[in-house]
């Protein structure tokens, strides 16, 4: 995905769903385009949920440094081991609820039957 998309969906969605690298890394690493769009993103009060393309992995920030980076900007969440698919649901349901990034934060990481462990 090229970065420029991002800021094209900021009148339309309240949050972004990305599937990265391995366990958490952008193309371009932390200088990349695509890392100062995430970063403008979640300035703006918006969230960018990080999720992976492994299947049985699971996120985890924390491994690369790029990952660090991005865990650090206000608004960033890890899946950690949901699908994709389950990290959209959830986030989806979180947003439903009303209230700011502070709610939708602490609701979509709180544990539901075992989706985060």
Same mark, same amino acid.
């Not at 993103?41 to 440094?65: I, K």
């Not at 950690?80 to 939708?104: I, S």
């Given at each position: 995905?090229?970065?420029?998309?991002?800021?094209?969906?900021?009148?339309?969605?309240?949050?972004?769903? !990305?599937?990265?690298?391995?366990?958490?890394? !952008?193309?371009?690493?932390?200088?990349?385009?695509?890392?100062?769009?995430?970063?403008?993103?979640?300035?703006?009060?918006?969230?960018?949920?990080?999720?992976?393309?492994?299947?049985?992995?699971?996120?985890?920030?924390?491994?690369?440094?790029?990952?660090?980076?991005?865990?650090? !900007?206000?608004?960033?969440?890890?899946?950690?081991?949901?699908?994709?698919?389950?990290?959209?649901?959830?986030?989806?349901?979180?947003?439903?609820?009303?209230?700011?990034?502070?709610?939708?934060?602490?609701?979509?990481?709180?544990?539901?039957?075992?989706?985060?462990?």
């Amino acid at each position: 995905m090229r970065a420029d998309i991002i800021p094209l969906l900021a009148d339309h969605c309240k949050a972004l769903i !990305l599937e990265s690298f391995g366990v958490g890394g !952008l193309p371009g690493g932390d200088d990349g385009a695509l890392f100062a769009a995430v970063r403008d993103w979640c300035a703006a009060g918006r969230l960018a949920v990080f999720t992976t393309q492994v299947a049985h992995e699971g996120s985890d920030l924390a491994v690369y440094e790029v990952g660090r980076a991005a865990k650090a !900007l206000p608004g960033v969440l890890e899946a950690r081991d949901m699908t994709p698919e389950a990290a959209a649901v959830k986030l989806m349901w979180a947003l439903g609820q009303g209230g700011g990034r502070e709610q939708v934060s602490r609701l979509f990481l709180t544990p539901v039957q075992f989706d985060i462990s």
